[in-house]
């Protein structure tokens, strides 16, 4: 038992959608880590003799938390620790690893798409026995108990080597060194047909995919070079970096342009793909055709079926309420339920859980199934794969298709990356404060319906989420969204999302930013944008 000197810096912030975010060197502070771990562990319940899986995503101080983990859940009581190699596991490895061993729960060292190295984040995230995110009640806990706490338990015992698959002993702990992506390419081989899509990449099909320095690139490596058989270098940037190569592992159209212009070229690779810091995104783009994560969520909704781990139809959909409604449209056409939640995966597990949905998905480029509770970023890339073989036509064919029978939702995602955070604070409660007044507004050619502030009422727990985003909702179906980041670590990130419909497929070969264009700039307008934050324009668009 070791005491916590009073300097002790005490959490200043619940760990919100994805964990606790911050800067490396507030984690570096003296017993940080160990104020947080302690907490999560202090609020468990039940925990002794059983199994603790602890990963991260190769990020800078990934190592150093994992030797503090370990001897921490030996000291706690833990049993059996999992630890995979190299202290690396993607975060939807580390949730089939929770269910697959039946663990207890899991610790996974990640601050996902934020960059990595000295000066850049680190993040602990903690998952439950059903592989997928804490939740609120208990993260909240967790908070609570980090702002009392004054001791700590952990044990003096030498450092696990975490590069070779071995097993050995911590106190009366056993610890374990696994091979995690075997694990993992032996449940995608349940789900997809890996024979058609060797055949495809026999055939001459060229892809490439960029795994960012993080932590997909073994994955990558194993699945589609050497069993799958894509050509040697179709993995990008396969070894994972302590510092991501000095990039953002983000796969958006900003840290992801290298890729993007690669698919745009005309004689580029037929299909491009990339995933984020820790393995739970997916970037997809044919070629000359970048596929929206929202429209990639409804195509997968609509061909789920043609892979064998799908072939028998899927429950229900749900998706985060910024997410398009174009998968509104597939679940319609299927007659199958469609959920909205609020923003975070946290919420799909209950529903997953419960078995109502099979899909599910967020317009930020997260994709994933009941297969795990996290979302995957190689499996979104896998069913593609599956489609693409099976259909034989190419991704451009497919969207346009999609579009001919269900029609496109025009969409884009407009952040304003690290404003003052009381600026943005403030622009939320001026526009919440005027919604009432938004209601049956008529501003040029667009007549606003509705304007709300989204709540969630869980279907499954009972539990309600408040606040959640405010929506204006127009007449013809068009849509805008505003909601402060959670997982931003300097400032506040504002994300208005922007979408339209259209039926009229004459319509469809409108650019997007175009086809929104009196959206944009009534989305600057209405909130006030550059008199709250000082901005004329977003400083990332996808
Ligand atoms: C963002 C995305 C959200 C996603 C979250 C975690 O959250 O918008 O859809 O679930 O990141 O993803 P926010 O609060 O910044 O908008 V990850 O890849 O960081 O685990
Ligand atoms: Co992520």
Known sequence: MVSLVSTTPYQDQAPGTSGLRKRVSVFQQRHYV????????DVLDGFAGETLVVGGDGRYFNREVIQIVVKMAAANGFGRVLIGRGGLLSTPAASQIIRKTKAFGGIILSASHNPGGPEGDFGIKYNAGNGGPAPEKLTDAIFARSK???????????????????????????????????????????????DRIGALFRSGFAMKFDAMSAVTGPYGKVILEDVLGAK?????????????GG????????????????????????????????????????RKQFVTPSDSLALLAANAHLAPGYAKGLAGVARSMPTSAAVDRVAHKLGIPLYETPTGWKFFGNLMDAGLVTLCGEESAGTGSNHV?????????????????????????????HWAVYGRNFYARHDYEEVNADGAAALIKALRDDLP??????????????????????????????????????????????????????????RVYLERFAQDVSQHGLETQSALADLIQLSRDLARIEYFTQRQAPSVIT
């Open 232 to 244: 040697a270098g179709t993995v990008l940037n396969g070894v994972p970096l302590a510092d991501f």
């Open 373 to 401: 509770r996290e979302k995957d970023g190689l499996w979104a890339i896998l069913l593609w794969l599956n489609i693409l073989a099976v259909r034989q036509q190419s991704v451009a064919e497919i969207v346009r298709e």
């Open 437 to 494: 007044n938004l209601k049956g507004k008529k501003l040029g050619a667009l007549h606003i319906q509705d304007a709300d502030d989204f709540a969630y009422h869980d279907p499954v727990d009972g539990s309600n989420s408040e606040r959640q985003g405010l929506r204006i909702l127009f007449e013809d179906g068009s849509r805008l969204v505003y909601r402060l980041s959670g997982t931003g670590t300097s400032g506040a990130t504002l």
């Open 148 to 194: 009392i706490i004054n001791q700590f338990r952990t044990i003096a015992a030498d450092d696990i080597d975490l590069d070779h698959l071995a097993v050995s002993q911590i106190g009366g702990m056993r610890v374990e060194i696994i091979d995690s992506v075997a694990d993992y390419q032996k449940l995608m081989q349940s789900l997809f047909d890996f």
């Open 247 to 286: 990039h953002h592992p983000d796969p958006n159209l900003v840290h992801a342009k290298f890729i993007y212009d690669l698919a745009m070229r005309a004689d580029g690779p037929d299909f491009c793909a990339a995933s984020d810091g820790d393995g739970d995104r997916n970037l997809i783009i044919g």
């Open 34 to 41: 160990e104020t947080f771990i302690q907490s999560i562990f």
